[in-house]
């Protein structure tokens, strides 16, 4: 007898049923695995299982080995537990909480009125498999008993009693072929067909076999799967042309979920025997101005492949242009090693069977010629039209081109009419030349665009010619022009607008425009006396003036601002008689307003020194005639 001392405890390696019996009231004694396989195997009897399990108690609290004593349970079963519709050759698998080997007890397939249905059964590792013997009957409520002690796990503790119930499936009707692609009878069938046959119902493999036969009956080796209610049927390679092939579904060879054999089934198809044709070439046979960069496409009708003649590129003169080419699904690129010269004529040789479809019909002699670009780009439209008037100062130029171009010397100026290169930048898209002045331009004036020979080429390198184009700027408004008594250009009115302007830290429009107004107002008395006398600049100086050259001195100044304004005539009533008036109108913001300067009993837009509702206003001027 082995002896153990464990957390002082003794523990004695009991070598017989009998003693682990004897030591049931002494939880530190056990015993080792060996021991309750004997034991349990050979007498199963509650008693020493109970004692078993204080054992291992014990013992795994004391961690010195595992004996197990835990009866193995079922985990899953398939069918689950009342499932309904199982096939009627299902295959029942039973699996459990640890591996487990035959016991002594019985496993039974029963129906639900009594009738045992023969069966087999196997175990591996921790699943039992039940096969009934033959298909299950339809419709029928099956029981599946495990009796106890039929299975034990591996330390020989008896499973339970355990049932599970389940019933077979009603379906009778076997699955059909609804469709077959390619259908029955097809011709031309692609090389690299991926064959698939939809029936009527899903379905699962079964025991017959599926095959593709050739006419001949040689086998075409194939994989095939399932889904759903899908075969699906890949030859291991590619059709051949013009062969007939057969599809056989051999009776039972897929069934429905419910176990029903398919029946057999044939279905015929021809492989594709028409030779691939170019589809387009790019460039197109004929095709001009060819940039000299191209690389060919031709594209077939079908998906091909490498076959043994050859592919050529050749010019007019019969000198061979080495070039590379390649396939990739039914287009054959083919790259010149170099570029290809301006104006020579090229022609693209596919020779008979250089390529061929995948089932290997060979692509009959093709031709296809193209010339090299030999021609210059030329402008086909300019923005601003040649000779167009009223241009805005922001206007951004753009040139069309006849075909996409490229910088070359890049020599493209602007030019205002007195021969000033104004300074721009340039870029080019596609076919476009945009021309962007840095600054605004100026007001009625006329610019030249040169584009000069050479400036740009085309994308194989011919030089544009050298190119005019002319444009005039909007006219600046009248109501900023300076005229004989408005000189608004004089130098003393532009200090003058600007120091006022400076002095009231005006910054927009409108307060400028108050600025100036309020200073003239302010500053310049009245005299009586009619039409001009001083103008603008002798106002100034006279530090008086009438109606007219008040006027004219404000509107100077404000023009001076670059703020447009203008002369108002008209017949108004002063506080004791009628008077042919003159007064000022200043633009801001869209909007003009009354600047009368000749009382300070007036604000900007605002006339206090005569009655506004009467006046006979004859008309607004750019500039008087009196
Ligand atoms: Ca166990
Ligand atoms: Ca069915
Ligand atoms: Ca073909
Ligand atoms: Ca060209």
Redesign the pocket.
């Known amino acids: 007898m082995a002896m153990f001392l464990l957390c002082g405890v003794a523990l004695y390696n009991l070598s017989d049923a009998s003693a682990l019996s004897l030591n049931s009231t002494n939880s530190s004694v056990v015993n080792n695995s060996s021991v309750i396989n004997t034991t349990n195997t050979s007498s199963p009897n509650t008693s020493s299982q109970l004692k078993t399990s204080q054992l291992k108690t014990n013992l795994i609290s004391s961690s010195v080995q595992s004996t197990d004593s835990v009866a193995p349970t079922v985990k899953t079963v398939d069918p689950t537990n009342n499932a309904v519709n199982v096939a009627v050759d299902k295959v029942i698998n039973v699996t459990f909480t640890e591996p487990i080997q035959a016991g002594t007890g019985w496993i039974e397939l029963v129906t639900s009125s009594g009738t045992v249905v023969p069966i087999t059964w196997s175990i591996n590792g921790t699943v039992l498999t039940v096969t009934p013997s033959s298909v299950l009957s339809k419709g029928v409520k099956y029981l599946l008993l495990i009796h106890t002690g039929s299975v034990t796990d591996l330390t020989g503790n008896n499973v339970t009693g355990y049932v599970s119930r389940f019933t077979s ?1 009603t ?5 059909t072929v609804k469709t077959v692609d390619p259908t029955n009878n097809a011709v031309n069938v692609a090389a690299d067909k991926v064959i698939k046959v939809t029936f ?2 899903s379905i699962k493999a079964g025991t017959g076999w599926i095959e593709l036969v050739t006419s001949d009956g040689t086998i075409v080796p194939t994989n095939w799967s399932i889904s759903g209610n899908v075969l699906t049927v890949t030859p291991n390679s590619t059709l051949s042309k013009g062969v007939k092939y057969l599809l056989l579904i051999h009776t039972g060879s897929v069934k ?3 176990g ?1 054999n398919v029946a057999g089934y044939v279905s015929r198809f021809t492989a594709d025997a028409t030779a691939p044709t170019v589809k387009v070439v790019d460039p197109a046979n004929n095709a001009m101005e060819v940039v000299l960069s191209k690389v060919i496409k031709v594209t077939f009708n079908e998906s091909i492949k490498a076959g043994t003649g050859w592919i050529e590129l050749v010019t007019s003169d019969g000198t061979v242009v080495p070039s590379n080419w390649s396939i990739s699904g039914n287009v054959l690129t083919v790259t010149p090693n170099s570029t290809l010269s301006k104006g020579v004529n090229y022609l693209l040789l596919v020779h008979t069977g250089s390529v061929t479809d995948l089932a290997g019909n060979n692509v009959a002699g093709y031709v296809s010629r193209f010339t090299a670009d030999a021609t210059a780009p030329t402008v086909k439209t300019v923005d601003p039209a040649n000779n167009a008037v009223n241009v805005a100062v922001d206007k951004v130029i753009k040139v069309t081109f006849s075909e996409p171009i490229q910088a070359n010397n890049g020599w493209i100026e602007l030019q205002s009419s007195n021969g000033t290169v104004i300074p721009i930048t340039w870029s080019i898209n596609g076919n476009v030349l945009t021309i962007t002045p840095n600054s605004t331009l100026s007001k009625g004036i006329k610019y030249t665009l040169l584009i000069h020979t050479g400036s740009v080429t085309d994308l194989a390198g011919n030089n544009v010619a050298g190119y005019v184009s002319r444009f005039t700027t909007v006219s600046p408004s009248p109501y900023l022009q300076a005229t004989k008594n408005c000189q608004s250009t004089n130098a003393q009115i532009i200090a003058l607008s600007k120091s006022i302007i400076a002095n009231a830290s005006a910054t927009t429009t409108y307060t400028k425009a108050v600025a100036i107004f309020n200073w003239v107002r302010d500053n310049i008395g009245y005299s009586f006396y009619s039409n001009t006398k001083y103008g603008a600049v002798g106002t100034l100086n006279a530090k008086t003036g009438n109606c007219v050259d008040t006027t004219h001195l404000l509107i100077a100044l404000e023009r001076a601002a670059g703020i447009q304004a203008r002369y108002v005539h008209g017949y108004c009533k002063f506080s004791t008689a009628w008077y042919g008036h003159v007064w000022a109108q200043v633009y801001v913001n869209g909007k003009w307003y009354a600047a009368d300067a000749v009382s300070s009993r007036n604000t900007f837009g605002v006339i206090n020194n005569w009655n506004t509702a009467t006046a006979t206003i004859y008309g607004t001027y750019a500039e008087l005639t009196f």
């Open positions: 499936s379906d009778s009707v076997a699955p009527s119902e429905d979920l419910a029903n």
